[in-house]
C-alpha cells in the first residue's frame, strides 16, 4: 500500500462512546440478549439455533437534575427487536423470558446509578426468525447467512490507543475514585501534528453532588487525572476539556440523576457508535455492520470483522517493526462456507527497504490459519471473551 502512515499524519480525529452512551447501551444489550439465547440453545439442544438481536432501540426518557438530587420524570423506553428461534419440533421456547432478564442483568451491572425496575421499560419484541436462514445451520460445512464483509487495521495509533484507554480508565479506576461521575462518557480525540487534545464528556450524578462548587471540585479534579493518566501513553503535547457545554454563569452543568444522558431525550441505536474493535476511527477503514446482537455461528457481519483485527493484529506481531501498517477485509458470500469467503484482502505498509515478497507468504498462512479456525470465535463470543463494541 503506498500511502502515509496514519502516524504520520498531520490530523487525525478517534473517537470512543463509553459503556452508558445511548448507542453503547443499546448494543451492550443486543449482546447480552444474544449470548443469553446461545446459552438456552445449547443448554437444551447442544448446538446454537438460529437468531439475530441487533435491533435494539433506546428511547430517552424524561428528567429533572438538581444538586443534591433530582427525579426521573418519564421512563427511559428501550425495544428489544430481532429473530430468533422460538419453537422446536412445537415446543414453544421461553425466548422472551429469557431476553428481558438478560436486559434487565445487564442494565443492572452496567448503570449502577439507574433504578432499572421503576426507571426503564422494555418491551420485547422479537419474533420468528427465516427459515432460509434457519436452515443454514442445517448443513454440516457453516454457510454465511448474509453477503458483507468485515475490515480491521493494526496497529492502534498512539492517538487511538489513548482514546480507548481513556474511556476505560474513567469508567473503571477513576468512577471508583471519582462516585461523582456517571457511566456516560464521550472520549472524542484531535491530534493536530504533535499535539492531542482529548474532548470528554461525562454525566454527572446530581445525587453525589450538593453544590455548584462541588460540581466544578470534581471535574477540575477529574479533569487532572484524566490528563496525568492519558499522558503517560504519548510524548506529544497533550489537553485534556472536560464538559465544555457546562456554562457556570448560566447555571449549565452536565447533571443527571442517573449518570446517563438517556434520561432525558438521548436516544440509542445498535450500530451508530464503537466499531468491533471499540473505536469510532474515521481515518481509517471502518464497516457500518452493526456487529452487537447478530449470532456468533454463521453471520459474517460479526465474524468477519472480528477476525480481520485479529489478522491485522496476527501480520503486525509478524512483521515486528518492518510492517508499518495494515489494513484487513473479508468479504463472504451468502450461502458459501464461512471458512471460504470470496475474498480477503491485506493492504500493508511495509518499513522503508522491506520488500513485500519477505512477508506474502506469511501473510496468506495468517489468513488461512485464522479461517480455518474461524468457528472458535463462537466460544469466545458467547463467553465474554471478545468484545464488539
Given amino acids: 500500500m503506498t500511502q502515509i502512515p496514519i502516524e504520520k499524519q498531520g490530523v487525525e480525529f478517534v473517537e470512543r462512546k463509553g459503556i452508558g452512551h445511548p448507542d453503547s447501551i443499546a448494543d451492550g444489550l443486543a449482546e447480552s440478549v444474544s449470548r443469553a439465547l446461545c446459552k438456552m440453545y445449547t443448554e ?8 439475530n438481536t441487533d435491533e435494539v432501540e433506546v428511547v430517552g426518557g424524561q428528567s429533572a437534575p438538581k444538586f443534591g438530587g433530582g427525579s426521573i420524570l418519564e421512563p427511559i423506553y428501550i425495544l428489544l427487536v430481532g429473530r430468533a428461534t422460538t419453537e422446536v419440533d412445537r415446543v414453544r421456547l421461553p425466548y422472551r423470558a429469557c431476553a428481558l432478564k438478560a436486559a434487565y442483568s445487564y442494565l443492572e451491572k452496567t448503570c449502577k446509578n439507574l433504578d ?15 427459515v432460509d436462514l434457519r436452515g443454514l445451520y442445517e ?14 487495521f493494526g496497529p492502534l495509533s498512539e492517538t487511538e490507543v489513548i482514546t480507548l484507554e481513556t474511556e476505560k480508565y474513567i469508567n473503571g479506576k477513576l468512577c471508583k475514585s471519582l462516585p461523582e461521575l456517571g457511566e456516560d462518557v464521550k472520549v ?31 471535574v477540575e479534579e477529574a479533569t487532572d487525572k484524566i490528563h496525568d493518566f492519558a499522558q503517560k501513553y504519548t510524548k506529544r503535547k497533550l489537553k485534556v476539556f472536560l464538559n465544555t457545554a457546562d456554562d457556570y454563569k448560566k447555571g449549565i452543568y452536565y447533571l443527571t440523576v442517573s449518570g446517563l444522558s438517556m434520561e432525558n431525550g438521548d436516544d440509542g441505536s445498535v450500530g451508530r457508535g464503537n466499531r468491533a474493535n471499540g473505536l469510532i476511527t474515521p481515518m481509517r477503514p471502518m464497516s457500518m455492520e452493526a456487529s452487537a446482537g447478530k449470532n456468533p455461528v454463521t453471520h459474517v457481519g460479526k465474524l468477519y470483522n472480528i477476525l480481520a ?18 489494513h484487513t477485509r473479508i468479504l463472504s458470500q451468502i450461502g458459501q462456507p464461512i471458512d471460504a469467503p470470496q475474498a480477503a484482502s491485506a493492504r500493508v505498509i511495509y518499513a522503508p ?7 506474502e507468504k506469511d501473510i496468506r498462512c495468517i489468513y488461512d490459519d485464522k479461517l480455518a479456525r474461524v468457528t472458535e470465535l463462537t466460544e469466545q463470543i458467547v463467553n465474554g471473551k471478545v468484545t464488539v463494541f
Fill in 44 to 51: 437444551r439442544y447442544g448446538r446454537i439455533l438460529h437468531h
Fill in 116 to 130: 432499572v425496575e421503576w426507571d426503564v421499560t422494555l418491551d420485547c419484541r422479537i419474533g420468528q426468525g427465516s
Fill in 139 to 152: 448443513t454440516q460445512r457453516l454457510l454465511a447467512n448474509d453477503t458483507s464483509f468485515g475490515v480491521g
Fill in 188 to 218: 472524542m480525540a484531535c491530534r493536530m501534528g504533535d499535539e492531542i487534545d482529548l474532548t470528554i464528556a461525562v454525566a454527572m450524578v446530581d445525587s453525589k453532588i450538593p453544590d455548584k462548587n462541588h460540581y466544578c471540585s470534581v
Fill in 309 to 326: 483485527n485479529q489478522v491485522a493484529d496476527e501480520i503486525v506481531k509478524l512483521g515486528k517493526g518492518d510492517i508499518v501498517e495494515v
Fill in 353 to 359: 527497504n522491506v520488500r513485500a515478497s519477505k512477508y
